[in-house]
């Protein structure tokens, strides 16, 4: 997403953002790229989302047992995005177990590309991810928010003058206004996953009718339940703004209830005006006849 003055801001590409390793490893290797971990609910086969919209340029599929040059990358992804100032700007997805999209393919920000694996040069499932910028590989966190953590506190983030990419506070409003969201409808099958879900990242939950409601929660977990909705493909909505949505009708009807309360009263001055006049007409008429 491109956001003011042309800053680039990209969608982390998992679920939750913790940090295995960073753009160098903890003894200074060059590694050029985040790791991420993919193994926090007791799969490792975690969906993986386009981090901006683009064109898919590249895709792999491992031998099953190389691991040296791109082959080492397993089964892998990369999309081609709007340039940035004047450089291709592009992002790599690796080691995943499968991809679920196409060499030449468009595809939206936040778009199901593959899930995550242990595939080409790794000893463990995580997402490898590179951002390329002009055919240089950067540090991918210059890119993304600051909302992640890291797995140990060695692992490399920002170099000098490196830093998350920071977002104006109207614009993190438009797409959330409260803590709290309301997910649905939902079948008593996606009621459950989703509750389970809430339970293991330790959000409270209620239901409203056909209707889950999540939170009040952290941003990171609220983002977390909003993926894993979308991943369900089940509405999701900020608690408030639905509300609101549900109101608005009330409101509407309301409104015309008052204008017809209006035209009501207003009949009924008139009304009362002609009684006057009757009265005092009456009043003349018995003058006259005494
Ligand atoms: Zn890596």
């Known amino acids: 997403m491109r956001i003011e003055n042309g800053t680039v801001l990209l969608l982390w590409p998992l679920e939750l953002h913790t940090l295995t390793q960073g753009m160098y490893s903890s003894k200074g290797v060059w590694h050029g790229a985040i790791d991420m971990r993919c193994t926090w609910d007791g799969t490792t086969e975690q969906p993986v989302y386009a981090a901006e919209a683009g064109t898919v340029n590249w895709v792999q599929t491992?031998?099953?047992?190389?691991?040296?040059?791109?082959?080492?990358?397993?089964?892998?992804?990369?999309?081609?995005?709007?340039?940035?100032?004047?450089?291709?700007?592009?992002?790599?997805?690796?080691?995943?177990?499968?991809y679920v999209v196409k060499n030449g393919q468009a595809v939206?920000?936040?778009?199901?590309?593959?899930?995550t694996g242990n595939t080409g040069k790794s000893s463990g499932a995580h997402l490898h991810f590179e951002v390329i910028l002009g055919g240089v590989r950067r540090n991918p966190l210059v890119w993304l928010d600051g909302?992640?953590?890291?797995?140990?506190?060695?692992?490399?983030?920002?170099?000098?003058?490196?830093?998350?990419?920071?977002?104006?506070?109207?614009?993190?409003?438009m797409t959330f206004t409260s803590d709290t969201l309301k997910i649905g409808p939902v079948s008593t099958g996606d009621?459950?996953?989703?509750?389970?879900y809430a339970g293991r990242l330790g959000a409270a939950v209620r239901d409203e009718g056909d209707y889950l409601v999540a939170g009040p929660m952290s941003e990171k977990?609220?983002?977390?339940?909003?993926?894993?909705?979308?991943?369900?493909?089940?509405?999701?909505?900020?608690?408030?703004?639905s509300a609101q949505a549900d109101l608005s009708p009330v409101m509407d009807k309301l409104s015309e209830l008052e204008e017809g309360m209006a035209e009501v009263l207003t009949a009924q001055r008139s009304m009362a005006d002609q009684m006057v006049q009757l009265?005092?007409?009456?009043?003349?008429?018995?003058?006259?006849?005494e």
Not at 108 to 115: A, N, R, S, T, V
Not at 147 to 173: H, I, L, M, S
Not at 279 to 289: E, F, H, I, P, V
């Open 62 to 98: 491992w031998d099953g047992k190389s691991t040296a040059g791109n082959q080492s990358y397993g089964n892998g992804v990369k999309i081609r995005h709007a340039d940035y100032n004047g450089q291709t700007l592009e992002t790599r997805y690796a080691h995943l177990s499968s």
């Open 108 to 115: 939206e920000e936040g778009q199901l590309i593959g899930y």
């Open 147 to 173: 909302d992640f953590t890291t797995a140990w506190n060695t692992v490399y983030t920002y170099g000098p003058g490196e830093g998350p990419v920071e977002q104006k506070k109207e614009e993190t409003n």
């Open 191 to 196: 009621r459950k996953t989703m509750t389970e």
């Open 221 to 241: 977990v609220r983002d977390a339940m909003a993926a894993k909705a979308r991943k369900l493909s089940l509405g999701c909505a900020d608690y408030m703004a």
């Open 279 to 289: 009265l005092d007409k009456l009043a003349a008429a018995g003058n006259a006849l």
